[in-house]
């Protein structure tokens, strides 16, 4: 915008945002907009507050300088600017106000030096002082554009001396006037404040040099990232064309067995009938001997005599014979008919129920690998198992991955490469014969003993260690002061790694550190707000506490220092009712999922209690306790079914797995589940007295725990939950305690 343009609308700078007059005695407020003192003062005393002020313009709370002095803040010396360049674009046609007579006349001067008006009368007297002689003085009509750019560039004033700011203080980092410098500022550091600026406009250009090589940088990254897009969509549409083949290849594969039994089928018909082909023509060929004997039966009754009738006749005498002859049966059941039926492989339909279609698997370097090795002799199971085998010159190391996968590098003492690929040989005796080649040394075998297990069906054999859960920590006993227990039921963990467990027949919630120290507790027996009648299952969400009012058939939910927020739930069989919610977890989309036991159903309701769905179709359960959502998967404890059962994210059920038992994977009254950081399911399998671990298919990991009083032995384990280092907590209900294992 070129000065004139900017001279024409120069009223729309002056004007305060507050009283949409001109600016007069213009304040600065921390976040950089202006107003006039007298404005500022108003809003002052309407606030009524004296340390900060609200800005008009962005709703900033400001803090005041100086206790409160609105006159502490700085003056807008930019806009004093522009109203000293107001008048004389207006002197024309109102005239200009003298800064010594007060009186307003068309024909001024403006004094440079001063900064302020003068009119012809006023004008001599300026002249005549000594010490203005080398003031720069011009008459408003012969004002040019760069006059009034000299207007505008005004140096700033001290507030405090209204003299040109001339210093900028090293110490108290600020521009100061002379007076400043020989006062207040006596002693400190000082420049020019020029040069300060100079050094200041050189720090913003290496700064703003700076953030454009950042800025570069990140175009850069920008640009990288979108080749990385489309990587990535690539690599997508790449392994879901590999998912694609492979489920073709599985269709195809069931197809060909379906044509097999097809064809196996159509032969066993085929034979059937052949087989009653052959009896049908057989039958056929006696009608028609017996429709031969009617018709000559027929034509002697029409034809002969009672004589002729009567003398000895062989066709007779046999038709005499057949007569006391049994009737052939009709009944062609049995061998006439098919024989056999289809029967379903239902081992192979629960398989592909269970199993899913394959795995994403990260990517890995050759060069990572969980497994520790000892020789030969020991080994702990991970991604890869290492073999070491050693002969006179020869090191060799055997590795095979999850894919059983074999990679081996051979080097001699002296570092020469060898052989990539040996060749095993299976020997009676349980050892295993390695050749390979060497280069420099021939072909070299070993014969190596080792243990039983195999490591991923590799061909070397080592031993699992299996994972084990070490008690570390048990708090709690019997009793009803803060700290003790009556049936410890549900717990759960929050991000400060705090425990909340319900004390079901104490009738409260309490609350502990990780380390078992007792923080605080609520809630007390009653159907009041507030109050419990054996609470149960318990959730942390969103910094609040979510219970189960069990024999209240209700969810309360609280803030995390237990007070009252809500509650939904009624006793009842309507969706929106329950009748004895137990476990409760939380969903994906931060809903809430109740077991509502004996309605016999998995309910979702949202934060506020409104009903959304249900989890399965009606008859689903016997007795659900729990249900956990893993994934896209939705997983039940049936109490009284003695099994897992999993559902879609539909609520459309999958399978199950676990049946009543004792043995690895195998349940007896089955509690709550929760999710390690393997991705394994924990279920307190509480009448067996153990917490078993399983994967998501069902399959047996491992197990902890037994029944008795001792430290890591349970009565009745019920509820599981998992802390930010792993270490798994479990509420021990009928030794009314809460223990830790890692």
Same mark, same amino acid.
């Given at each position: 915008?070129?000065?004139?343009?900017?001279?024409?609308?120069?009223?729309?700078?002056?004007?305060?945002? !507050?009283?949409?007059?001109?600016?007069?005695?213009?304040?600065?407020?921390?976040?950089?907009?202006?107003?006039?003192?007298?404005? =500022?003062?108003?809003?002052?005393?309407?606030?009524?507050?004296?340390?900060?002020? =609200?800005?008009?313009?962005?709703?900033?709370?400001?803090?005041?300088?100086?206790?409160?002095?609105?006159?502490?803040?700085?003056?807008?010396?930019?806009?004093?600017?522009?109203?000293?360049?107001?008048?004389?674009?207006?002197?024309?046609?109102?005239?200009?106000?003298?800064?010594?007579?007060?009186?307003?006349?068309?024909?001024?001067?403006?004094?440079?030096?001063?900064?302020?008006?003068?009119?012809?009368?006023? =004008?001599?007297?300026?002249?005549?002082?000594?010490?203005?002689?080398?003031?720069? !003085?011009?008459?408003?009509?012969?004002?040019?554009?760069?006059?009034?750019?000299?207007?505008?560039?005004?140096?700033?004033?001290?507030?405090?001396?209204?003299?040109?700011?001339?210093?900028?203080?090293?110490?108290?980092?600020?521009? $100061?006037?002379?007076?400043?410098?020989?006062?207040?500022?006596?002693?400190?550091?000082? %420049?020019?404040?020029?040069?300060?600026?100079?050094?200041?406009?050189?720090?913003?250009?290496?700064?703003?040099?700076?953030?454009?090589?950042?800025?570069?940088?990140?175009?850069?990254?920008?640009?990288?990232?979108?080749?990385?897009?489309?990587?990535?969509?690539?690599?997508?549409?790449? $392994?879901?064309?590999?998912?694609?083949?492979?489920?073709?290849?599985?269709?195809?594969? $069931?197809?060909?067995?379906?044509?097999?039994?097809?064809?196996?089928?159509?032969?066993?018909?085929?034979?059937?009938?052949?087989?009653?082909?052959?009896?049908?023509?057989?039958?056929?060929?006696?009608?028609?001997?017996?429709?031969?004997? %009617?018709?000559?039966?027929?034509? #002697?009754?029409?034809?002969?005599?009672?004589?002729?009738?009567?003398?000895?006749?062989?066709?007779?005498?046999?038709?005499?014979?057949?007569?006391?002859?049994?009737?052939?049966?009709?009944?062609?059941?049995?061998?006439?008919?098919?024989?056999?039926?289809?029967?379903?492989?239902?081992?192979?339909?629960?398989?592909?129920?269970?199993?899913?279609?394959?795995?994403?698997?990260?990517?890995?370097?050759?060069?990572?690998?969980?497994?520790?090795?000892?020789?030969?002799?020991?080994?702990?199971?991970?991604?890869?198992?290492?073999?070491?085998?050693?002969?006179?010159?020869?090191?060799?190391?055997?590795?095979?991955?999850?894919?059983?996968?074999?990679?081996?590098?051979?080097?001699?003492?002296?570092?020469?490469?060898?052989?990539?690929?040996?060749?095993?040989?299976?020997?009676?005796?349980?050892?295993?014969?390695?050749?390979?080649?060497?280069?420099?040394?021939?072909?070299?075998?070993?014969?190596?003993? !080792?243990?039983?297990?195999?490591?991923?069906?590799?061909?070397?054999?080592? @031993?699992?260690?299996?994972?084990?859960?070490?008690?570390?920590?048990?708090?709690?006993?019997?009793?009803?002061?803060?700290?003790?227990?009556?049936?410890?039921?549900? #717990?759960?963990?929050?991000?400060?790694?705090?425990?909340?467990?319900?004390?079901?027949?104490?009738?409260?919630?309490?609350?502990?550190?990780?380390?078992?120290?007792?923080?605080?507790?609520?809630?007390?027996?009653?159907?009041?707000?507030?109050?419990?009648?054996?609470?149960?299952?318990?959730?942390?969400?969103?910094?609040?506490?979510?219970?189960?009012?069990?024999?209240?058939?209700?969810?309360?939910?609280?803030?995390?220092?237990?007070?009252?927020? *809500?509650?939904? &739930?009624?006793?009842?069989? =309507?969706?929106?009712?329950?009748?004895?919610?137990?476990?409760?977890? %939380?969903?994906?989309?931060?809903?809430?999922?109740?077991?509502?036991? *004996?309605?016999?159903?998995?309910?979702?309701?949202?934060? @506020?209690?409104?009903?959304?769905?249900?989890?399965?179709?009606?008859?689903?359960?016997?007795?659900?306790?729990?249900?956990?959502?893993?994934?896209?998967?939705?997983?039940?404890?049936?109490?009284? @079914?003695?099994?897992?059962?999993?559902?879609?994210?539909?609520?459309?059920?999958?399978?199950?797995?676990?049946?009543?038992?004792?043995?690895?994977? @195998?349940?007896?009254?089955?509690?709550?589940?929760?999710?390690?950081?393997?991705?394994?399911?924990?279920?307190?399998?509480?009448?067996?007295?153990?917490?078993?671990?399983?994967?998501?298919?069902?399959?047996?990991?491992?197990?902890? &725990?037994?029944?008795?009083?001792?430290?890591?032995?349970?009565?009745?384990?019920?509820?599981?939950?998992?802390?930010?280092?792993?270490? #798994?907590?479990?509420?021990?209900?009928?030794?009314?305690?809460?223990?830790?294992?890692?």
């Amino acid at each position: 915008m070129d000065i004139k343009t900017f001279l024409d609308n120069i009223y729309e700078h002056v004007c305060c945002p !507050v009283c949409t007059n001109r600016f007069t005695n213009p304040k600065l407020l921390p976040c950089l907009h202006t107003f006039c003192l007298h404005c =500022l003062q108003r809003i002052q005393a309407t606030s009524g507050i004296r340390d900060t002020i =609200l800005c008009p313009e962005c709703r900033r709370n400001n803090t005041i300088p100086g206790n409160g002095d609105l006159n502490t803040l700085p003056s807008n010396f930019r806009l004093n600017s522009l109203l000293d360049a107001l008048p004389v674009t207006q002197c024309e046609t109102s005239g200009v106000k003298c800064g010594n007579c007060d009186k307003t006349r068309q024909q001024s001067a403006y004094c440079f030096t001063c900064c302020s008006f003068w009119c012809d009368d006023c =004008l001599p007297f300026h002249n005549g002082i000594k010490t203005n002689k080398e003031h720069h !003085v011009l008459a408003l009509k012969d004002f040019r554009d760069e006059d009034f750019e000299n207007i505008l560039k005004q140096p700033p004033f001290c507030a405090k001396h209204e003299k040109k700011l001339e210093f900028f203080c090293q110490v108290c980092k600020t521009t $100061i006037c002379y007076s400043c410098a020989v006062t207040d500022h006596d002693g400190h550091a000082k %420049i020019v404040l020029e040069d300060a600026a100079k050094e200041r406009k050189l720090r913003i250009v290496r700064a703003v040099e700076f953030k454009k090589r950042k800025a570069q940088n990140k175009v850069t990254r920008i640009a990288k990232l979108g080749e990385s897009c489309i990587q990535v969509q690539e690599e997508a549409a790449r $392994i879901k064309s590999d998912i694609q083949q492979f489920t073709n290849n599985l269709i195809a594969a $069931i197809e060909a067995k379906m044509n097999e039994i097809f064809q196996e089928v159509e032969m066993k018909a085929k034979q059937c009938l052949e087989h009653l082909g052959e009896k049908r023509r057989e039958i056929e060929g006696e009608m028609k001997k017996d429709q031969t004997a %009617i018709e000559k039966s027929d034509m #002697i009754l029409k034809r002969s005599t009672s004589a002729q009738i009567m003398q000895p006749n062989d066709f007779l005498d046999k038709l005499f014979r057949e007569e006391g002859e049994q009737e052939d049966s009709v009944d062609l059941n049995g061998e006439h008919v098919i024989d056999f039926y289809f029967q379903r492989n239902e081992e192979l339909l629960n398989d592909v129920y269970a199993k899913k279609l394959g795995f994403l698997k990260r990517k890995t370097s050759p060069k990572e690998s969980t497994v520790e090795g000892k020789g030969i002799s020991e080994g702990t199971v991970g991604l890869k198992a290492e073999i070491v085998v050693k002969t006179r010159n020869i090191q060799g190391k055997q590795f095979y991955d999850e894919n059983n996968r074999v990679t081996m590098e051979i080097r001699n003492h002296e570092g020469h490469d060898c052989s990539t690929k040996p060749q095993i040989h299976d020997s009676k005796d349980g050892s295993y014969k390695i050749s390979y080649f060497a280069k420099q040394s021939g072909t070299c075998q070993a014969s190596v003993k !080792v243990n039983e297990q195999h490591v991923r069906g590799s061909p070397f054999k080592t @031993d699992f260690k299996p994972r084990l859960f070490k008690p570390v920590l048990s708090f709690g006993k019997r009793g009803s002061a803060d700290g003790m227990f009556s049936g410890p039921w549900g #717990i759960a963990v929050n991000e400060k790694d705090e425990i909340a467990v319900t004390d079901r027949n104490n009738h409260r919630i309490q609350i502990f550190k990780s380390d078992g120290t007792h923080l605080r507790s609520f809630g007390r027996e009653g159907n009041q707000q507030e109050q419990f009648n054996c609470p149960s299952g318990i959730v942390f969400y969103n910094d609040n506490i979510i219970v189960s009012d069990t024999d209240n058939h209700r969810v309360q939910i609280f803030d995390d220092q237990g007070h009252y927020l *809500g509650q939904f &739930g009624e006793k009842g069989k =309507l969706n929106h009712q329950l009748d004895r919610p137990y476990g409760l977890s %939380i969903d994906s989309d931060g809903n809430i999922i109740v077991a509502d036991f *004996g309605n016999k159903s998995i309910k979702i309701f949202t934060l @506020d209690g409104r009903f959304l769905r249900r989890i399965g179709d009606e008859g689903s359960f016997i007795n659900p306790i729990h249900c956990i959502q893993h994934d896209n998967y939705f997983i039940v404890s049936d109490f009284r @079914d003695h099994c897992l059962k999993l559902f879609d994210k539909q609520g459309k059920f999958l399978y199950q797995f676990g049946r009543r038992g004792a043995g690895d994977g @195998d349940f007896d009254h089955p509690r709550c589940l929760s999710v390690d950081r393997a991705g394994h399911i924990l279920v307190c399998d509480s009448l067996n007295h153990r917490v078993q671990v399983l994967k998501l298919d069902g399959e047996f990991v491992t197990k902890f &725990g037994a029944s008795g009083e001792e430290e890591g032995k349970f009565n009745q384990p019920v509820s599981t939950a998992i802390l930010s280092d792993g270490r #798994i907590i479990v509420t021990d209900i009928d030794n009314h305690r809460v223990q830790v294992f890692e």
